[in-house]
């Protein structure tokens, strides 16, 4: 019975977790073109330049783990190795996150975020360890002329 | 020097490697090791159980209490008090001679327990310890039939089935247990733990055919042929078909501690006709 519940959330978090997936993938390369003009560096110093403004921007992003990738996480971590699933599950937040922290330095006119930094956190609370969702959180320094 | 942002390619990041083929990788992984385990583990525990002596086996059964199992309860005691006497003594004299004729090892010991309850089942447990119920003890036509079952259970005692077994269940649970208590994945826990119990069943029904296999050669050595054995699988089959009517659903040879009844029904016709030997079966008193 409980093999049945595992197997039927596995299968449901394989499919919708594939569509979510690929929806997501499409929406970020879509959304990574439209924010192509403003810059973003690792870079701590100022660039030469007039620069009246710097307000902090961020941006910040919660997925969740389906069932279908903490499964086979879970196996995975038996034997060790390349963890795919949870490498696109990363991938998609960190540059979700960067486009809402570019979507924040738009709206404060800025083409430029300097210094960026990126935060990611598991949330697993009450939830035997398991890595529940995960959090990323990208912010920097926008550069307003 | 001039900084950019240039687009970076997809898939640096991301392997393209099939998720689900991924699963099905890891999860035979996973299955092979656990059988391969659970099969190393049985066979040392099972082993090592033969050498345990009788004496502590009963020791054992008395320390976890086993005897309050079959003692008599008057809540679920269905049977007519002088039906109860009557019963009794006969199961247990027909016992004695079994026993007798099985000629067990001296420092073993096996008691026949009678059970007046309306369970269908009879069963062997640690400590010599055989239990027949009168739930099947009432449904079988004739004195083979319950010899056969008699028979059955002596063999499970006499070749050391319950201490084999119990070493075995626990040896396979302390490993899967320490394993789900090691893993932080309740999942991975839930489908090794699974893998491990159902691979272990095969043990049991193995034990189960070794039993057949000791009580149809007992009753040739005891009454000559093996009419009226039989007769044992078809009340089995008559329960079974009452309590799911109108099924004809195979039974899940893999997932069931017996093997099934067919299967055994033909192994006893097999050696029946081996024998070729054949009589009339033994009435019993109460039997009409």
């Known amino acids: ?145 | 020097m001039s900084y950019e942002n240039p687009q970076q390619p997809e898939g640096i990041n991301v392997s393209d490697e099939h998720p689900v083929r991924d699963l099905f990788v890891l999860l035979s992984a996973v299955i092979l090791s656990v059988v391969v385990l659970v099969v190393l583990l049985s066979s040392i525990a099972s082993w090592l159980a033969q050498y345990v002596p009788f004496s502590t086996e009963q020791r054992l059964a008395k320390v976890i209490g086993i005897e309050a199992m079959f003692e008599s309860d008057p809540a679920q005691d269905s049977t007519p008090e002088i039906q109860v006497q009557a019963r009794e003594a006969y199961v247990l004299e027909l016992g004695r001679q079994l026993i007798e004729r099985a000629g067990i090892d001296a420092d073993m010991s096996i008691t026949v327990h009678y059970k007046p309850s309306a369970t269908v089942n009879a069963f062997a447990t640690l400590g010599g310890h055989v239990v027949m119920f009168d739930g099947l003890i009432s449904r079988l036509p004739n004195e083979n039939a319950l010899a056969m079952v008699l028979a059955h259970e002596i063999g499970h005692i006499k070749l050391r089935h319950p201490v084999v077994a119990m070493s075995r269940g626990l040896t396979v649970s302390l490993a899967l247990g320490s394993f789900l208590g090691i893993t932080d994945n309740t999942f991975t826990g839930r489908i090794v733990e699974w893998i491990g119990y159902s691979s272990s069943l095969s043990y049991s029904r193995d034990q189960e055919r070794e039993a057949d296999a000791f009580a149809s050669q007992l009753l040739i050595n005891h009454y000559g042929h093996l009419n009226g054995a039989e007769d044992l699988f078809a009340a089995f089959q008559e329960v079974y078909d009452r309590s799911s009517p109108g099924s004809r659903l195979p039974s899940l040879d893999f997932l069931s501690t017996h093997p099934g009844l067919a299967e055994r029904i033909d192994e006893l016709r097999e050696k029946a006709d081996a024998l070729g030997a054949s009589g009339t079966p033994v009435p019993l008193p109460w039997a009409q």
């Not at chain 1, 060790?80 to 540059?95: F, I, N, V």
Request: proline letters at 2%; glycine letters at 8%; aromatic letters at 8%.
């Open chain 1, 1 to 145: 019975m409980e093999l049945i519940v595992i197997a039927s959330l596995t299968v449901l978090g394989y499919f919708f977790g594939r569509i979510a997936e690929r929806k997501h993938f499409e929406s970020i390369r879509l959304r990574e073109i439209q924010y192509k003009n403003i810059l973003v560096f690792n870079e701590r110093h100022l660039p030469p330049g007039q620069w009246q403004k710097g307000p902090l921007v961020g941006g910040n992003v919660v997925i969740s783990v389906d069932y279908f990738k903490r499964l086979v996480a879970g196996l995975r971590a038996l034997f060790g190795g390349r963890l795919a699933t949870y490498e696109s599950l990363l991938e998609r937040a960190r540059r979700e996150a960067i486009l809402r922290m570019k979507a924040d330095a738009r709206s404060c006119g800025a083409q430029m975020i300097i210094n960026v930094r990126l935060e990611t956190a598991s949330i697993s609370k009450g939830n035997n360890d398991q890595i529940g969702s995960i959090e990323v959180y990208a912010y920097g320094t926008a550069l307003v002329t």
